[in-house]
C-alpha cells in the first residue's frame, strides 16, 4: 500500500530512480512479499527524498553503491523500462483515473452552457421589446453585444496566469461563475442604455476567467491525444446552449410576460443569471484541482495521482510541475515571444468573426417570416445537428491525429452554406442554411484542440497562451457585433460575404501553420536518439 506523506513537484528521471530504488529497499528488509512503497519513520540522521509527489525515507539499509544503481537505473529509463516497474497493473489504474476525471470534469460542459446563455439572452430579448423599453437607437443594440467582448478581452490573460498561481480552479471558476450569475441578474434590472452596457462589461469581464481556465484544467490531466474530444464536449455547450438556451428563452419569455409587473425578458436575464449561482455552488464540491495539489488526495488514490502527473511528463516529454516552477512571468515572456501563439490568435481571430452569426442566430431565424416564438424554437434543430457533427469530427481528429482536415472541411461546409443564404430568400433553402452554417463551429472546437497541442510546454506558458489566444481572437467577436446591421436584412447579402471572406482567410492561415509543425517534426525527428520517445506535433 501507498501511504503517501507529501505532495510536491516531481523532478524527472531522479524521481523513476528512486521509486524503483524504494522497491528494492523494501526487500532488504524483509518484505519480498511487498506491492507497494514501505516507508519508515525518519530519524535525525536520515534525509527525506521525494519521487513523484510522494515523501520517501531513507531506510536503514541505504547503504549500497548509490552512483551504480542510479547508472543503472538510467539505462532502464533510457530503455523506457521505468514506466512498468513502477505501475505493473497500469491500464487498470489508468481506467479508473480517467473515469474519475472525467466524472468530475462534466460539470464544465453545464458551466459552458450557462456560460453561453448569460453571454447570448440579449439577442433573444431583443424580441420581445428589449430594444423599445432601454430606448436603444442607431448601433447601440450592437454596442451592448462588443462591449462585452472588451472586458473579456482585458481579463483572461491576467486570469489564468493567477489561476496557474493559486492551482484551485475548483474555488475560483465557481466564484468567478457566481459572480457573472449575479451580473446577469442585474441586468434585467437596467433601465437604459448606460446601465445595459455596464452590466455587459463586467459580465465580459468575469465570464473572461471560465473557458481558458477551463481550457487550461484540461490541459494538466488529459494527454495530447485525449484532449480533442475532451474540449471538443466541452466547447459542445456552446451548440447545446444556443439549442436549449433558445427553447429555455422561448418558454420564459412566452409564460412570464407581465408577471409582478415586469416584463418577459427581464424575467428572462433573473431566471437565468439565478440558475447559474445555483450550478456555481455546486461546482466547488466537484471540479477537480490540479493533479499535484494536496486536495487530489480527497478523491484519487496515491498510485492515481502519481500517475496522473507521470501521463503529463510521458506526453510532453518534461516534468510539467518542474517547468511551472519558472513562474508566470515567465510564462508571459514566453508566450508573447513564440509567434506560433500570435499567429493562432489572429487566425482564431478571423474564425470569430465567421462565427459572429451566432449572436445574431434569433435575428436570421426571424428573416423565415414566423413569429418570435417560433423563430426561437427554429434555433434549435440546426444547433443540435452542429453538436452531433463536432462531436463526430473532433473524436475522429482524436483517433487520426490529424487536425487541419478537421477544421477546414466544417469550414468550407459553412461557407456553402453562406452562399446559400446570399443566393435566394427561399424559406426551406435559407433554413437548411442555418444548419450548414451552425456547424461550422466544429472548426472553432478542433482549432482548441490544436491550440493546446501546439504549445504543450512549459506549463506557465500554456497558461498564457491560451488565455492570449482567447482574448485576442475575441477582437473577431467585437468586429462581428457590428456585421449584422438591421439595414442590412433580411438578406443580409453582406454579412453573409463578410463571414466567406473570413473563412477563407482563416483556412489558410491554418494551412500555413500547419506547414510549419510539419517542418518542426522533421528537425525533432532528426535530433531523436534512438530508443527514445520525443514530442512531435499533431498536424
Not at 528494492?24 to 514501505?38: K, M, N, R, Y
Not at 448601433?139 to 462588443?146: A, D, E, G, K, M
Not at 490568435?345 to 465567421?354: F, I, R, S, V, Y
Request: glycine fraction near 8%.
Amino acid at each position: 500500500m501507498v501511504n503517501p506523506t507529501k505532495i510536491s513537484g516531481s523532478t524527472g528521471l531522479l524521481q523513476r530512480f528512486e521509486l524503483k530504488y524504494t522497491f528494492l529497499l523494501s526487500s532488504c528488509l524483509g518484505h519480498p512479499g511487498t506491492t507497494g512503497v514501505i516507508l519508515c519513520p525518519r530519524p535525525s540522521h536520515m534525509s527525506s527524498r521525494t519521487s513523484r509527489g510522494l515523501a520517501y525515507e531513507r531506510l536503514p539499509c541505504e547503504d549500497i553503491d548509490t552512483v551504480a544503481c542510479e547508472s543503472s537505473l538510467d539505462s532502464d529509463i533510457a530503455l523506457q523500462n521505468a514506466s512498468c516497474d513502477e505501475f505493473p497493473d497500469r491500464q487498470r489504474v489508468e481506467q479508473n483515473l480517467l473515469r474519475k476525471v472525467d466524472l468530475r470534469m462534466s460539470i464544465l460542459v453545464l458551466i459552458y452552457i450557462l456560460n453561453y446563455i448569460d453571454r447570448n439572452n440579449a439577442a433573444a430579448a431583443r424580441l420581445r421589446g428589449f430594444e423599445d423599453d432601454l430606448h436603444l437607437e442607431g448601433q447601440q443594440f450592437n454596442t451592448i453585444l462588443s462591449i462585452l467582448y472588451v472586458g473579456y478581452t482585458l481579463m483572461q490573460v491576467p486570469s489564468n496566469m493567477y489561476l496557474n498561481k493559486i492551482g484551485r480552479p475548483s474555488i475560483y471558476l465557481p466564484i468567478c461563475m457566481a459572480i457573472w450569475g449575479l451580473i446577469s441578474v442585474l441586468t434585467g434590472a437596467t433601465k437604459g442604455f448606460l446601465g445595459a452596457v455596464c452590466t455587459r462589461f463586467f459580465l465580459g469581464f468575469v465570464e473572461a476567467a471560465f473557458f481558458p481556465g477551463a481550457l487550461f484544467l484540461l490541459s494538466k490531466w488529459y494527454k495530447r491525444r485525449e484532449l480533442g474530444q475532451r474540449t471538443a464536449i466541452l466547447s459542445c455547450g456552446i451548440m447545446i446552449s444556443n439549442a436549449f438556451g433558445s427553447l429555455l428563452a422561448s418558454a420564459i419569455l412566452d409564460g412570464m410576460d407581465g408577471v409582478m409587473g415586469l416584463a418577459a425578458w427581464r424575467w428572462l436575464f433573473y431566471i437565468e443569471g439565478s440558475m447559474t449561482i445555483c450550478v456555481a455552488i455546486c461546482a466547488i464540491f466537484i471540479l477537480p484541482d490540479f493533479p499535484a495539489t494536496t486536495t487530489s488526495r480527497s478523491w484519487l488514490t496515491a498510485e492515481e495521482q502519481v500517475l496522473a502527473q507521470l501521463r503529463m511528463e510521458e506526453d510532453a516529454g518534461v516534468d510539467d510541475e518542474t517547468e511551472c516552477s519558472k513562474g508566470g512571468e515567465s510564462g508571459l515572456k514566453q508566450a508573447f515571444s513564440d509567434w506560433k501563439v500570435w499567429w493562432l490568435a489572429t487566425a482564431m481571430a478571423t474564425l470569430n468573426a465567421l462565427l459572429s452569426f451566432n449572436a445574431f442566430f434569433p435575428t436570421l431565424s426571424a428573416t423565415l417570416g414566423y413569429s418570435s416564438t417560433v423563430s426561437l424554437l427554429l434555433c434549435s434543430p440546426p444547433w443540435l445537428f452542429a453538436t452531433c457533427v463536432a462531436f463526430f469530427m473532433s473524436r475522429h481528429s482524436d483517433v487520426t491525429g490529424e487536425r487541419f482536415g478537421h477544421i477546414m472541411i466544417p469550414l468550407l461546409v459553412g461557407i456553402a452554406g453562406f452562399m446559400m443564404a446570399m443566393a435566394t430568400m427561399n424559406t426551406a433553402v435559407r433554413y437548411l442554411s442555418l444548419f450548414l452554417m451552425a456547424q461550422s463551429y466544429t472548426a472553432f472546437v478542433v482549432y482548441w484542440a490544436w491550440a493546446s497541442n501546439s504549445i504543450p510546454r512549459p506549463t506557465s506558458k500554456r497558461a498564457v497562451a491560451l488565455a492570449f489566444i482567447n482574448a485576442f481572437s475575441s477582437l473577431g467577436n467585437i468586429a462581428g457585433s457590428y456585421v449584422w446591421p438591421k439595414s442590412w436584412g433580411p438578406s443580409y447579402w453582406n454579412s453573409y460575404a463578410i463571414c466567406i471572406g473570413c473563412g477563407v482567410l482563416c483556412i489558410i492561415m491554418s494551412w500555413i501553420f500547419r506547414q510549419h509543425l510539419v517542418r518542426l517534426n522533421r528537425e525533432i525527428e532528426a535530433k531523436k536518439v534512438e530508443g527514445l520517445k520525443d514530442f512531435t506535433y499533431l498536424l
